[in-house]
């Protein structure tokens, strides 16, 4: 598994954080099924960083309830670093990009060199992809979503027939 770039997860954490109040271990479990299980981040990655985030304003720890979770909210402080980090991405587009750290070991088996460019494509596939969110937020409509599930579809049984012809060669 490849690092995890700097700043990926704490930009991740915010972003869940401004949904709804989460404890550590519904962050983990959301950014596992947000990766399709590809990444679950440890608790000595999350635990610390929401001790940093409350320790500096950022969140705050909610009464604990009847299951016995703590749970953390964004302050107001805390929606201020995520709007913050929100524009910054925007502003700076790709060089501001948290990528996954899953994608790099999507290429594990193909040498270096040939990889770059898959690796370039793939990862401007997965910002465009991050990218709509703000859009359908936005936008959203029916028609926006059944032309994404219609993209998304074809570019499935592309990879899918892909497949299957190495599948045959193999």
């Known amino acids: 598994m490849a690092a995890v770039p700097k700043g990926f997860l704490r930009y991740q954490l915010l972003e869940l954080l401004s949904d709804k109040p989460m404890s550590g271990s519904e962050v983990m479990n959301e950014i596992e099924k947000r990766t399709s299980g590809h990444w679950k981040p440890s608790p000595g990655s999350i635990y610390p960083l929401l001790a940093w985030l409350q320790d500096n304003g950022f969140t705050r720890e909610l009464p604990m309830e009847e299951d016995g979770m703590k749970r953390y909210k964004l302050t107001d ?94």
């Open 77 to 170: 402080k805390g929606k201020m670093l995520l709007e913050e980090q929100r524009r910054m991405k925007k502003r700076f587009g790709r060089e501001a990009r948290w990528d996954p750290p899953f994608l790099e070991a999507l290429w594990f088996h193909i040498p270096p060199e040939k990889s770059v460019k898959l690796q370039e494509s793939v990862k401007r596939l997965f910002a465009a992809f991050l990218d709509l969110r703000s859009g359908l937020e936005e936008n959203l409509s029916d028609q926006i979503i059944e032309e994404l599930r219609k993209i998304i579809d074809e570019s499935a049984e592309r990879f899918e027939d892909l497949n299957k012809r190495l599948e045959k060669r193999g």
